[in-house]
């Protein structure tokens, strides 16, 4: 019946050509027709949190390859075994998160009822800034320049990383500048709106990328720095740059979802990190931690704690009994556990090492306890004793030991962000706490621990030519070639 009313108006139209428009056939006058660029956002930022943070991509990627976890029974991904399908969906995942954001700043000036347009414009940016980030990091060179032309361009050069990382602290550079904090940020998940927390996060992801390249671009990377700290970057804890999940699908915590929906139990924590934690009498470890199941049963009150050696065969894993390792805290795991993008106290980690490399003034003993204080207070540590008796123990940094002491510490307070804490394993290279996998590698590359992943296949297919150019200039495509900030010696 609805086709016949259309065809009769179809008819109707035919005969008074001048008096009736065949559009309005096709609308629906209880929907707007402009875009709700701030519903665009809101799905942005889930989906890159989701992308980010779900239980392949950080669960059996990034938390293993910087060794905060291990899996108990399937443990090819502990020894690097390259999956074809896990690297494919994460590349294709990521750029249509950046594709999306990309179409949201096309969008803002076409909504006619975009709030503070310009803020929102920034955030997209600064979002597609920290993907693409992620990106390069991940796999070095990538499609940039000429990265999200559609049609124009289905075959886009890949861009030398040496490349990608000045011009993303140019976008962050302009994007802070942009931002209106007397204005909102309509859609907004990660900040409930805020500018100047967005203005901020800018500045702070900002030092993290200048950071990263400091060995190859001291100069510039301390420019950088200088300019962040003077336009204002994190100043606390609640500046912290996370998404909250939800207690109701689909929005729930990924790794809680393979936990408690898909009733899947893949995942202990190392005994590296165990280790690590122990000897320095960390009272992050029963946060990070949960005690193994049979010390519960057995001594209760008396927790223990014990990891999993990294990168077991199969075989030897499975046949551990369940009862023996202690699985990720309780506090990672839950449904509503955010994902994190960057966390205050990371920006004073920055803050200490670029003093104790001279980039900045300042005493980067103090920077460097104040970072370790304000991981305790992220995590829930409120023992101010135990806090001060910790601190106190910390060695002091100079300028020939800050990759060791404050590299270690770093990394613990990068728990929990897989690819930053195996990033800044590779930049920094501070040694004791990973180790070759014990069961040995599924995959032959040079060197003991990936310091890259392989490029996916679908770039053999899709865009062949441009990927052998960015092999013949990067190196070979294997898992042991260098990014181009990763300068330094491999250590364990």
């Known amino acids: 019946m609805n086709r016949s009313i259309a065809l009769v108006g179809v008819v109707a139209c035919a005969l008074t050509l001048s008096a009736c428009d065949l559009t309005e056939l096709n609308e629906n006058p209880n929907e707007s027709t402009q875009p709700v660029t701030g519903f665009i956002l809101s799905r942005a930022e889930v989906n890159l949190a989701q992308n980010y943070f779900d239980s392949f991509n950080n669960g059996r990627f990034g938390l293993l390859y910087a060794q905060y976890w291990t899996q108990n029974q399937y443990t090819s991904e502990d020894r690097y075994q390259y999956r074809e399908n896990v690297v494919d969906a994460y590349w294709t995942d990521l750029y249509l998160v950046i594709s999306n954001l990309q179409e949201l700043k096309r969008l803002v000036p076409e909504d006619e009822a975009a709030v503070s347009p310009e803020n929102q414009v920034a955030v997209a940016d600064i979002m597609q800034v920290f ?12 499609p940039y320049t000429e990265a999200l032309q559609g049609r124009d361009n289905r075959v886009p050069a890949f861009t030398p990383q040496e490349e990608i990382y000045p011009d993303l602290i140019r976008r962050l550079t302009e994007d802070q500048a942009m931002i209106d904090v007397a204005g909102t940020v309509p859609g907004d998940l990660i900040y409930g709106g805020n500018a100047a927390r967005w203005k901020r996060f800018a500045n702070s992801l900002k030092m993290r990328i200048a950071m990263r390249m400091s060995d190859q671009l001291p ?43 898909t009733g899947r139990d893949d995942w202990a924590v190392t005994e590296g990190l165990v280790t690590t934690l122990q000897e320095r009498n960390d009272p992050r470890l029963p946060i990070y931690v949960a005690p193994t199941p049979r010390s519960v049963e057995v001594t209760p009150g008396a927790p223990v704690y014990e990891g999993l050696p990294y990168g077991l065969a199969q075989g030897v894993a499975a046949a551990i009994p369940r009862s023996n390792f202690s699985r990720p805290g309780e506090i990672t795991r839950e449904a509503t ?109 040079e060197g003991p621990i990936p310091v890259r992943l392989v490029y996916p296949t679908q770039e053999e297919a899709l865009n062949s030519d441009n990927l052998a150019a960015a092999i013949a200039s990067q190196g070979p495509d294997t898992q042991g070639t260098r990014v181009w900030w990763d300068v330094a010696p491999i250590g364990l």
Do not use: C
Not at 131 to 142: E, L, P, Q, R, S
Not at 227 to 250: Q, R
């Open 131 to 142: 993907a693409f980030h992620v990106m390069t990091d991940i796999w070095g060179d990538i």
């Open 337 to 445: 556990s955010p994902a994190i993008f960057m966390l205050y106290d990371e920006v004073l980690f920055i803050k200490a090492e670029a003093a104790a490399r001279g980039f900045i003034s300042g005493d980067a003993d103090d920077l460097f306890e104040d970072a370790v204080r304000t991981s305790f207070e992220y995590w829930g540590v409120d023992d101010q004793d135990v806090v001060e008796d910790y601190v106190s123990d910390l060695p002091d940094l100079d300028g020939s030991n800050y990759r060791q002491v404050l590299g270690v510490q770093k990394w613990l307070a990068l728990y929990m962000q897989g690819i930053q804490g195996w990033s800044e394993w590779r930049r920094l290279d501070f040694t004791g706490v990973l180790i070759e996998p014990v069961g040995g590698k599924l995959d032959s590359f």
């Open 219 to 261: 100069d510039q990377a301390a420019q950088a720095i200088q300019e962040a700290i003077a336009a204002g970057p994190m100043n606390s804890v609640a500046d912290a740059a996370i998404l909250d999940f939800t207690t109701s699908e689909p929005y729930t915590n990924p790794i809680y979802e393979n936990y408690e929906i």
